[in-house]
């Protein structure tokens, strides 16, 4: 990492700015609603549903296949 | 005090501000939340296929959305497209430059690109009506290596470069259309939400940066990295982002908070994380590392759930379906795994 000029100072004290504007959302709000995001999709992940992969396109069904 | 001096103390100033508005909304965290939320069970996933062809070290890879093909580079010179059903290779691209380091399928299917030491961003035609694949653009601008580029239609694209910032390009005039300058050190991954109005890039600043593409500046800022952050993904909800680093340690941040919520990590592991992919609802993070195993972690309960181990040597790319059905590695010992 290399010291920074005037210009890239002035242009990071810029940046700072924009950044410290941002609106934030309370942890308590978004938090819980990322964990009931995932654990509501977590009924539609593969990998975590074996019964998901009884289709398994990457496992051979035992026929021939005609490339 | 100096014009620079100033300057300097106002960037520290800004950055405690900022710090003190993180911990201002910051009254729950995400081991309270998930307190009484038992650990996912045992996740044992199995190699279902192996693509052998490159003869060099595998360096990236890419899944098409159709949850099928993928691309991978390797420094063997190549560009394969395989069908990951069949194992079959449908294109083999001979790169002009040996030394590439990523790779993207275009959402359409219609293009890939790879770029690496060559400094530049090279745009393949997959469906040319001659049926030959051929370069179609060269995007030369970055005075560093290429690390990451990633589609956001056929018309657009994003790079990550050694020359510590990230560029918007346009395809067809083959010029940049934005450039992201912020990062402090070499940009070394970047990744694309669902919504394609952001997008996040990690650098050997130890830093994670969120960008708005069309306003072209750097929204906010992740710290908390000890070392080089060498891979980058969005939460499949967009809402949080997952990093992997040098540092051996992956970190959860949420976008909404503006902060890091938790750290994956275990003393055992000592060695960088080199890749890292969320599985369709996020629940899982698999992340690739340097001791040529990928870790299988429970994102709420930041615990290890499960181990792919079958590379004989460093893992440098992984990659989950869209459908979320399987996952691709990607390994410095040529091979191409694919396990679900």
Known sequence: MEELDETQLKFQVDSLKLQLQIPREKTSVSVPELVKWIEEKMAEDPFLNTEMMRDNPWVESGKCVVL | ?340
Not at chain 2, 35 to 52: A, D, E, F, I, N
Not at chain 2, 141 to 147: D, K
Not at chain 2, 267 to 291: E, H, N, Q
Not at chain 2, 326 to 339: N, Y
């Open chain 2, 1 to 340: 005090m100096g014009e620079m001096e100033q300057l300097r103390k106002e960037a520290e100033s800004l950055k405690d501000e900022i710090t003190a508005a993180r911990k201002a909304v910051q009254d729950a965290t995400l081991q309270d939340t998930v307190s009484g939320t038992v650990v996912v069970s045992r996740v044992q996933l199995k190699t279902r296929k192996t693509l052998r062809g490159h003869l060099a070290k595998i360096y990236a890879m890419h899944w098409s959305t159709d949850s099928k093909l993928c691309v991978s580079a390797s420094q063997d010179g190549k560009l394969i497209v395989w069908d990951s059903y069949t194992t079959n290779k449908v294109n083999a691209i001979p790169l002009k430059s040996s030394w590439v380091m990523t790779c993207s399928y275009a959402p359409s299917g219609n293009m890939v690109a790879c770029g690496g030491l060559d400094n530049m961003c090279s745009i393949y035609n997959l469906k040319a009506k001659d049926g030959n694949v051929k370069v179609m653009r060269e995007l030369a601008a970055h005075t560093g290596y290429l690390s990451c580029c990633r589609f956001l239609s056929d018309a657009e694209i994003i790079t990550s470069s050694g020359d510590c910032t990230c560029v918007l390009w346009d395809i067809e005039t083959g010029t940049q259309k934005t450039v992201f300058a912020g990062h402090t050190g070499d940009c070394m991954s970047l990744a694309v939400p669902l919504d394609f109005k952001t997008f996040i890039s990690g650098a050997c600043d130890f830093t994670a940066k969120l960008w708005d593409i069309r306003e072209g500046q750097c929204r906010q800022t992740f710290s908390g990295h000890e070392s080089d952050i060498n891979a980058i993904a969005f939460f499949p909800n967009g809402n949080a982002v997952i990093t992997g680093s040098d540092d051996a340690t992956c970190k959860l941040y949420d976008l909404r908070a503006d902060q890091e919520l938790i750290t994956y990590q275990d003393s055992s592991i000592m060695c960088g994380v080199t890749s890292i992919a969320p599985s369709l609802s996020g629940r899982l993070i698999l992340a690739g590392y340097d001791d040529f195993n990928c870790n299988i972690w429970d994102s709420l309960k930041a615990e290890r759930v499960g181990v792919l181990a079958g590379h004989d040597n460093r893992v440098s790319c992984i990659g989950v379906t869209a459908d979320g059905m399987a996952c691709c590695t990607g390994s410095w010992d040529s091979f191409l795994k694919i396990w679900n």
